[in-house]
């Protein structure tokens, strides 16, 4: 019996999930991908019209089977029967509502990153599963990359030795743009700017490969307030695909917009495991982009490459450099879980070339089989309530620490026993 889910959210990345459930049907078939059986989107929900056919339609060019179009989600709620599951692609201060109602209807639920809004939010959401005993799960893509999960084996495997410090620094410009020209990202109230919106990206992967975090220290800053709203075509032209049939509500082309996010942070994090971590964010480096991401321990240095990019991670030793293939020479017992090396072609990978919808495709598709999987088999998924929060933990504890101008526990974050930041966020949500 198929595990019948609805998309919430037909926008950008809905239209991207939308392509990864076609790549999972494509690539699995009608019995489903091993270990989740067999799941089949049976509706797609929007208030606009125009974004929701559009996704309906890919999915019946890809599968042959066409879903249902819902324009409210407590209609779909009330009169889909036979629906199991929610996957909500919305803004991210909907998340929460439709994860909500949706297990109090007796469904489970996948929400996009960040999990909810706020912290409280997500405990909001976590209560909720426990009450409904539904699954809640967070479709958090960057760890999933084969590349990543070499790199997470090679150091679980000692390549480096002992890791010390870990630096994650993403300083780009968006030229005076808002991100992915949409306005609820320039604003704080809703989880905008890069530090949130794109850091909690940052935040899973420092914690999928370091452990978890114990403290953190920032410093951060809004330095350009007025931004123009503009086209994916100029923002993000990799992404520009995907988001061109979407309907922006906040303004229009060329409008000014008053950007009250965070645009840039520095932060210092403990681990648990006494490591220290290194996290700079920024949309405003003009001229001059800088990235790096890597590992550093007592016996050399992982270098990882840019998330989705298939390009290969790096050992660096003294006297010698380990890339690509060579990498799985270090960790023989690595293979990656069958329903990647399924959509990958081989349980072992080290790098790989798609363009970059392909690999976008696939990932996504991995977050619906770990999904349905758990549901199957009544386990946790693997980016569930702990994980999903603790990443926006991390991303929240930046904020708050760069507010209170100290140091802050990541686990009082968690808990709500640090949360002047998001205070007035949770107060103007009536939360």
Not at 25 to 35: C, E, N, R, W
Not at 225 to 236: A, H, I, P
Not at 310 to 333: H, Q, T, Y
Request: proline share 3%.
């Amino acid at each position: 019996m198929a595990f019948n889910i609805a998309l919430v959210g037909c926008g950008g990345m809905g239209l991207r999930h939308a392509h990864g459930y076609v790549e999972l049907i494509k690539t699995f078939g009608a019995s489903g991908a091993p270990g989740a059986g067999p799941l089949e989107m049976i509706a797609v929900c929007d208030r606009h019209e125009g974004p929701a056919k559009k996704v309906a339609d890919l999915i019946e060019q890809g599968t042959g089977k066409r879903p249902a179009i819902f324009l409210d989600f407590d209609t779909m709620l009330r009169d889909l029967k036979s629906l199991d599951a929610v996957d909500i692609v919305t803004d991210t201060p909907m998340h929460h509502r439709f994860a909500m109602a949706a297990m109090d209807a007796g469904l489970h639920a996948m929400t996009e990153k960040p999990m909810g809004l706020t912290l409280k939010a997500c405990r909001m959401m976590r209560e909720t599963a426990m009450r409904a005993g539904k699954v809640i799960a967070v479709a958090e893509n960057y760890r999933r990359d084969p590349v990543n999960r070499l790199s997470r084996a090679l150091l679980d495997g000692g390549a480096i030795g002992r890791p010390y410090f870990a630096l994650d620094v993403a300083l780009s410009s968006a030229r005076g743009g808002v991100m992915h020209g949409t306005v609820w990202r320039a604003k704080r109230d809703q989880a905008g700017g890069t530090v949130l919106d794109a850091g909690v990206h940052n935040a899973d992967m420092l914690l999928y490969l370091m452990g978890p975090a114990r403290t953190v220290y920032a410093e951060t800053a809004t330095f350009e307030r007025q931004r123009e709203l503009r086209g994916m075509e100029s923002q993000s032209p990799q992404l520009a695909e995907f988001y061109s049939h979407r309907v922006e509500t906040g303004g229009s082309a060329g409008d000014m917009i008053e950007h009250d996010a965070a645009d840039t942070a520095f932060a210092v994090v403990r681990f648990e495991s006494g490591a220290i971590g290194q996290l700079s964010l920024s949309d405003t480096s003009h001229g001059e982009r800088v990235g790096q991401s890597s590992v550093h321990g007592s016996d050399g240095t992982l270098i990882r490459t840019q998330s989705r990019s298939g390009k290969p991670a790096e050992i660096r030793r003294e006297g010698e450099s380990i890339k690509g293939a060579d990498l799985l020479a270090l960790v023989p017992e690595f293979r990656l879980d069958d329903v990647t090396a399924g959509l990958w072609g081989s349980d072992r990978v080290g790098s790989y070339d798609f363009e970059f919808r392909e690999t976008d495709r696939k990932i996504v598709a991995i977050e619906y089989a770990d999904f349905a999987r758990a549901v199957a088999t009544g386990t946790q998924p693997e980016v569930g309530p702990q994980e999903g929060m603790a990443a926006l933990a991390l991303a929240y504890g930046v904020m708050e620490s760069g507010e209170a101008g100290v140091p802050v526990s990541v686990d009082d974050v968690v808990s709500g026993a640090v949360s002047k930041f998001q205070d007035d966020i949770d107060r103007t949500m009536g939360i």
